[in-house]
């Protein structure tokens, strides 16, 4: 029977599902400063709408997602890497009378071991194994940043998440703008979602009636989640490519 151990970070590598909407480019695109930033259609002699704060913030959304995105993609690469260059952190020992076992740490070795005497060469061997193997994996995680992009790959994730939050409580103030919160919470989730089951069909025909309902009104503006959206545009070319 093996012993699994979870107390030791990193036991195993192993590969995570991948996004499934490949690295999104970044557009560089900015909403405000021209017609398009506009929150709704301006018609002459109409004054300028104050630009809606639930959009601005789907903008800082945006970069943040897609950042995270790249990210995740790198961490991916990194694990393969490094699961190739040390293939695990467990070793494995013959106990009398009980078979192999796997063991991932030290503590998993205690529990299984405990003070047998007759079993100290068999802890020796295994404790030199361990730390070798942890020596090495130490040695590639340094040479290829696996563990720092590990943590910039949270951070992100983290900053993604809370934005999200704050989005999600954000009084929109235009069309454009309930349509970026409807992009967000769809975007974020699309690679785990199966957009065929309740609710998805509603959400997505109720965006696409918003979507169409706000080009009706304001032709100039580029909605999220529209069709002619740049964040849009760069995901299906990346998907196609």
Request: hydrophobic share 40%; charged share 30%.
């Amino acid at each position: 029977m093996a012993d699994s151990d979870h107390s030791m970070s990193f036991a195993c590598v192993t590969r995570r599902m991948a996004l499934g909407g490949g690295v999104v480019a970044a557009t560089g695109w900015a909403l405000g400063g021209n017609a398009r930033a506009r929150s709704l259609a301006i018609t002459e002699g109409s004054p300028i709408s104050a630009p809606d704060p639930a959009l601005a913030l789907w903008r800082e959304w945006q970069a943040a997602h897609e950042l995270a995105e790249r990210l995740h993609l790198r961490q991916q690469e990194l694990e393969v890497e490094l699961a190739e260059r040390v293939d695990c952190l467990c070793t494995v020992i013959n106990v009398p009378d009980g078979g192999d076992m796997i063991i991932c740490s030290k503590a998993a070795l205690d529990r299984t071991i405990g003070d047998r005497t007759d079993m100290a060469a068999i802890r020796a061997r295994a404790e030199a194994d361990l730390a070798e193997r942890q020596a090495r994996w130490d040695a590639a995680d340094r040479e290829i940043g696996y563990s720092v992009g590990l943590k910039a790959e949270r951070e992100a994730e983290q900053r993604e998440e809370s934005l999200l939050k704050a989005l999600s409580v954000m009084p929109a103030t235009s069309l454009a703008g309930v349509a970026g919160k409807l992009d967000a919470v769809m975007r974020r989730d699309e690679a785990w979602e199966d957009y065929s089951k309740h609710p998805w069909p509603q959400i997505l025909s109720a965006r696409e009636d918003l979507v169409r309902i706000g080009r009706e009104m304001a032709p100039e503006q580029i909605f999220p989640g529209g069709s002619d959206c740049p964040a849009k545009l760069a995901t299906d070319a990346a998907r196609s490519g």
